[in-house]
């Protein structure tokens, strides 16, 4: 089983709607979770931190689950500058595992 | 807004060659990372580093790599013979501490060519 596992899409979805990202991580262990974003050839950039009681940042919405090892992204009226590649990553002890992210294009 | 930054941002070298990337973290923060991305492929972790030591480090940090903290400010990958395999992206990171669960912010990355 891949350490951080992601849907790696394309997600085509036209601008305005509504998008929702899904990740499963198999280490029990893993102290803490983000969501980064990654544009083609750029260094991956911190979108939010993903905390068990949810958490919202504008149109972003993260949610965990421990118990099930899930993690979510819901993105809200998408916009054409939303497209990207969306990784899921895990920290345990001081390293960070991405998973392999899911590409979003949002279109006219 | 403090981000960290990375020199060269490209770098080309012939296999066996020694190469040095480097990255001058965010001035506060104490904790420091390397970080690769074979094209196509996810980030992976490379080696962490606290207190002037090694904190972590993963199977790919072999004893072809070592990292250096040379004065306050700059922090090194260094890569003693290169192998074609080598050829990626490397990515600097840096964070402040076990509050905000220790987010990591990333540099631009230097792309390494070995040819």
């Known amino acids: 089983r891949k350490e951080v596992e992601q849907d790696p899409g394309p997600f085509n979805v036209p601008e305005g709607a509504t998008v929702a990202f899904n990740c499963t991580y198999s280490n029990s262990a893993s102290q803490s979770f983000f969501w980064y974003r990654q544009d083609c050839r750029k260094e991956p950039k911190l979108l939010m931190s993903v905390y068990s009681s949810g958490n919202e940042d504008g149109r972003f919405t993260a949610q965990l689950n421990r118990a099930s090892q899930y993690i979510s992204l819901l993105i809200r009226d998408s916009k054409l500058s939303d497209s990207a590649t969306y990784l899921c990553v895990v920290r345990t002890a001081s390293k960070l595992t991405f998973g392999t992210g899911t590409r979003l294009q949002v279109t006219l | 807004e403090p981000e960290v930054t990375q020199t060269p941002s490209h770098q080309v070298t012939q296999m066996g060659q020694e190469v040095i990337l480097r990255c001058v973290p965010i001035?506060?923060?104490?904790?420091f990372y390397w970080y690769r991305q074979i094209l196509g492929q996810k980030v992976e972790f490379l080696v962490s580093?606290?207190?002037?030591?090694?904190?972590?480090k993963s199977e790919i940090f072999d004893d072809q790599f070592s990292v250096e903290r040379p004065d306050g400010s700059n922090f090194t990958l260094k890569i003693r013979s290169t192998k074609l395999e080598d050829s990626a992206m490397y990515f600097c990171?840096?964070?402040?501490?076990?509050?905000?669960?220790?987010?990591?912010?990333f540099g631009p990355g230097t792309r390494l060519t070995v040819t």
């Open positions: 990171a840096s964070s402040t501490s076990r509050d905000r669960g220790y987010e990591q912010y």
């Open positions: 580093f606290y207190n002037n030591e090694i904190s972590e």
């Open positions: 001035s506060n923060h104490l904790y």
